[in-house]
């Protein structure tokens, strides 16, 4: 037992070394450990010697190397030969059999197995486990014929507990074919690594519709108006529940995208993108108003031509406006007829939630400073307006004191007052009334006596 434990430490990676004993007694001074240090045990050495000869192939190798090529001919020698070799290797399935290299299987014993099928792995595998030839015989050198592509493709249905009709093609994956083999089909000629292609290429004879594929239509599919309306009706009630094509208003690019999966970004790659504009192209029997949807295209109200509203161009517009965009014009005029605005005065009703409410918030806030008053200033430049009597102002617009005045001398008129002194019969109510409120309150601390005085410095106030 002493000379084997030498040897075992000898051999052992970790070498003894002689103990540093002036680090030793630094350790010991400031209160560390200061046992020396020793050799590793024997037994550990023992172990470590005991792991590296099990890395090498086991006994059993050396008793299948020596069979003949008649042993490999039964089918239950090789079939023990490679659920052996699979244990041995730890590999994680039966399939995986077909990534060894020829030197790995003759040095596990399999050389005159692989001289038996011509050194042509992938032909033993397959022909050992039959249940597998589906996986295994689109992995060989040459390119697999269209029947080793059709058993792939039905494996696969099987494989994934889909429909065995063909129909169950529509939702493979990807994923599913990388994961289970089938990239050489990808690649071959004319497939350009698409599940879609390399299915309808396969089953030629079959009536496919690309739209339905979950994996993504070809792209040059998406040329056809037919294919894209089959793919909008479809994924419309679905997904969408989509009742009617007024119900695409509220869907978004981006969830269209979300939930419509590659087939989604492929129709939409034909139309820059614009959800609005792929369904102007594909219902162009049916009045699309581009302020409908979540989001108008970039520059959209800066534009002078109309976008998509078919029911308008034909049409003079109500509205004469100085705002160069002809877009923004036909929205006011939209919005006009669907508030029922008969005049011009009517427009004093309307309010910032009225426009938002109608999909005009973002016009608004980027085109007109988030006010209606100001919309219908530039809309209606001729008309003389009168922002108090707006349900809101613009911001600070009180603040000014010419604006000030110019309500305070509106205010002298509408309540008859013949000369300054007549103020004194105001109240404050009737000055709310008239929509001073704001100025009242938030200018002059709720005093229209402050708020004359400062409006009118120059006239001798007498209040008694």
């Avoid at 590296?52 to 003949?68: E, L, R």
């Avoid at 419509?260 to 970004?265: D, F, K, L, S, V």
Wanted: hydrophobic letters at 35%; proline letters at 6%; aromatic letters at 12%.
């Amino acid at each position: 037992m002493r000379v084997s434990a030498v040897f075992a430490t000898s051999r052992c990676s970790t070498r003894w070394r002689k103990p540093n004993y002036r680090s030793q007694r630094i350790a010991g001074k400031s209160g560390g450990n200061c046992s020396p240090r020793t050799p590793p045990p024997a037994s550990w050495c023992l172990s470590r010697t005991r792991s590296s000869i099990a890395s090498k192939p086991a006994t059993n190798a050396s008793q299948y190397a020596s069979k003949d090529v008649a042993f490999w001919e039964h089918a239950q020698n090789r079939r023990e030969y490679m659920l052996w070799l699979q244990a041995e290797l730890a590999l994680p399935s039966l399939v995986s059999l077909i990534k060894l290299t020829h030197s790995k299987i003759q040095n596990y014993g399999g050389k005159t197995l692989l001289n038996h099928y011509s050194r042509c792995w992938i032909t033993a595998v397959s022909d050992t486990f039959p249940e597998l030839s589906w996986r295994l015989d689109v992995q060989k050198p040459s390119p697999p014929p269209l029947i080793a592509q059709q058993n792939y493709w039905k494996g696969l249905l099987r494989h994934l507990n889909l429909p065995e009709s063909l129909d169950g093609l529509y939702t493979v994956t990807y994923r599913a074919v990388v994961s289970s083999g089938g990239l050489p089909i990808l690649f071959l000629p004319g497939n350009d690594r698409m599940v879609a292609k390399s299915i309808m290429s396969a089953f030629p004879d079959h009536h496919w519709d690309p739209s339905l594929f979950v994996a993504g239509a070809p792209a040059a599919l998406w040329n056809d108006k037919t294919t894209k309306r089959r793919f909008l009706d479809r994924i419309g009630k679905e997904k969408f529940g989509a009742e009617s094509l007024s119900s695409w208003y509220r869907v978004s690019g981006r969830e269209f995208r979300r939930k419509g999966g590659p087939n989604a970004e492929g129709v939409l790659a034909f139309h820059n993108g614009d959800l609005a504009e792929l369904l102007r192209s594909v219902y162009e029997d049916h009045t699309w108003i581009p302020w409908l949807f979540s989001q108008v295209p970039a520059g959209f109200w800066d534009g002078t031509k109309f976008q998509g509203i078919s029911c308008l161009p034909s049409q003079t517009l109500t509205i004469k406006t100085i705002v160069d965009s002809k877009n923004v014009s036909a929205y006011f005029d939209w919005l006009g007829k669907r508030l029922g605005i008969a005049s011009v005065e009517d427009w004093y009703r309307v309010s910032k939630a009225d426009v938002v409410s109608n999909a005009g918030g973002g016009l608004l806030r980027r085109k007109f400073g988030d006010s209606v008053v100001l919309a219908c200033q530039q809309i209606f430049p001729k008309h003389e307006w009168l922002p108090w009597r707006f349900k809101h102002v613009p911001q600070r617009w009180w603040a000014l004191p010419e604006n000030q005045r110019k309500f305070l001398d509106w205010c002298y008129t509408q309540l008859n007052m013949k000369k300054m002194d007549d103020w004194r019969h105001v109240s404050i109510q009737q000055v709310v009334d008239l929509g001073g409120e704001a100025l009242i309150k938030n200018q002059h601390n709720g005093s229209l006596r402050r708020a004359l005085e400062s409006t009118y410095p120059d006239h001798q106030w007498s209040w008694i």
